[in-house]
């Protein structure tokens, strides 16, 4: 991972203009790796997210011994081992910043014959691991933490893992991901129910790699000792990627700019429902669909902005977006409320305090509450703003700079590319005024 001293300097620039296509969805691009590798025979990915999180987890299972070849940016060739193929690692495995790929990996891990070792970097190792491994624990399997559920996790090989019926508390598609591809491995059923819907591109992709899958929104249900055959996989743009430039043309007057056939999974596209009602001016066209998930175009216009009310129920389906929306509110008129979102806190860095003291940084009136915040939208000027390391905070203030009657200066930037590598050119090739330092 490249260190984390770098900097960004965002400030007024042009109005955004033109089209932009965003990189690969990250859901979808581990989830196609992972699922490739333990299937029967050779699949082809294509759109894969060549982020720092993704690829950390190619190259996890090329050291469990799956080939996996990049015959250009952007594709990747998986040659299965099958479901009982996977080798034992010689050493720990690293899965850098990313959350999806240590709770994916643990289920996966959890049910075969080797012991394993999943470490991360210094955000990951003090995020929550408990969840995944309680569910696991009852499955019959063994899997240790650090005090307080922490990473590293070790996961003891060799266990007969066996089927539950589990009511998860927190509505997380990587608990529900990881049960679901324990359970693969585990005799008789397992089923998950959640508390809210969360995305399902577990299930649509097990589907797709032909394992008998029932499935509905909340609810996942299959048999282990299936088998996975190969399927290609064409990886849509990332939604979340998109949200910055949906927030950034909002607000920033004169914009008219097109992202290129995003990605738009209902259980993703809560942010857009949020923006409309925020008053928001965004059309979709070119509607299709991209290896089973509804893409679009979608064409953003600026539009004057007011605050709302967040409504609860929306809040997993635009879970990753709070740090673009809270953008969003403080430039709107009147004030935001976001409630019943305190994962928040357990993401990448504590999304809400990082969001509430940067912003604050720029003169936005912002109360933290447990659960969520209350914004209100007004004028913002320059300022310094600590990252905390995670991707989606310094790319939500680089939005926000371009709106200050002064700089923002964004601190610890090295980890947008987890997710989105190339963000700063591509901002600056839309209008926005954004230089590294
Ligand atoms: C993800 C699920 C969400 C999301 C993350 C990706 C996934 O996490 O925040 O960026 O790919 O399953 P939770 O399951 O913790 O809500």
């Known amino acids: ?53 993704t690829r950390a987890t190619a190259a996890i299972f090329a050291r469990l011994g799956v080939r996996i070849e990049t015959p250009s940016p952007s594709t990747r060739i998986v040659h299965g081992v099958g479901i009982d193929g996977l080798q034992a690692p010689k050493e720990a495995l690293d899965c850098g910043n990313a959350g999806t790929g240590m709770r994916l990996l643990a289920g996966l891990l959890a049910g075969q014959r080797f012991d394993s070792v ?24 063994q899997c240790d933490a650090e005090t307080g559920g922490l990473p590293p996790l070790r996961i003891r090989g ?50 797709a790699f032909g394992v008998e899958i029932e499935y509905a929104p909340g609810y996942a249900r299959l048999r282990g000792g299936q088998r996975l055959r190969a399927h290609d996989v064409s990886v849509p743009a990332d939604f979340s990627s998109a949200a910055f430039f949906l927030v950034a043309a909002s607000i920033i007057p004169g914009s008219e700019l097109r992202l290129r056939a995003v990605g738009l999974n209902p259980r993703r596209t809560g942010l857009l429902a949020a923006l409309r009602a925020m ?7 070119n509607a299709g669909v991209h290896a089973g998930e509804a893409v679009t175009d979608l064409i953003v216009r600026h539009a004057p902005l007011h605050g709302i009310e967040v409504p609860v129920e929306l809040v997993p389906d635009m879970i990753d977006e709070f740090p673009a929306l809270m953008v969003a509110a403080a430039c709107a008129e009147g004030t935001t409320v976001i409630r019943g979102a305190a994962e928040l806190r357990v993401k990448e860095s504590d999304r809400l305090a990082a969001m509430a003291t940067g912003l604050q940084a720029l003169g936005v009136v912002v109360e933290e509450t447990p659960d969520g915040a209350i914004i209100q939208g007004g004028a913002l000027r320059g300022g310094r703003i600590d ?20 700089e923002v200066r964004i601190d610890d930037v090295a980890n947008v590319a987890t997710s989105f590598p190339g963000f700063d050119a591509l901002a600056r090739e839309t209008g926005f005024g954004l230089r590294a330092l």
Do not use: C
């Open 279 to 285: 008053g928001a001016d965004i059309r979709e066209e």
């Open 387 to 406: 990252s905390r390391g995670d991707h989606r905070i310094a790319m939500s203030f680089a939005v926000a700079g371009q709106l200050a009657t002064g």
């Open 118 to 141: 999943l470490v991360g970097d210094a955000s990951l190792s003090k995020r929550p691991m408990r969840r995944v491994i309680d569910p696991l624990t009852q499955m019959g399997a």
């Open 1 to 53: 991972m490249s260190g984390g001293g770098q900097s960004w300097v965002a400030s007024t620039g042009a109005a955004l203009h033109g089209a932009a296509t965003v990189p690969g969805d990250k859901s979808i691009s581990h989830r196609a790796v992972m699922l490739g590798a333990i299937a029967d025979g050779v699949s082809k990915v294509e759109g894969f997210l060549e982020g720092e999180d």
């Open 158 to 207: 060799g266990r007969q893992l066996h089927g539950i019926d589990f009511a998860s508390e927190v509505a997380s598609a990587q608990v529900k991901s990881a049960v679901l591809l324990a359970g693969l491995y585990a005799e008789g059923e397992t089923s998950v129910r959640e508390p809210h819907p969360t995305r399902d591109y577990t299930e649509r992709m097990l589907s």
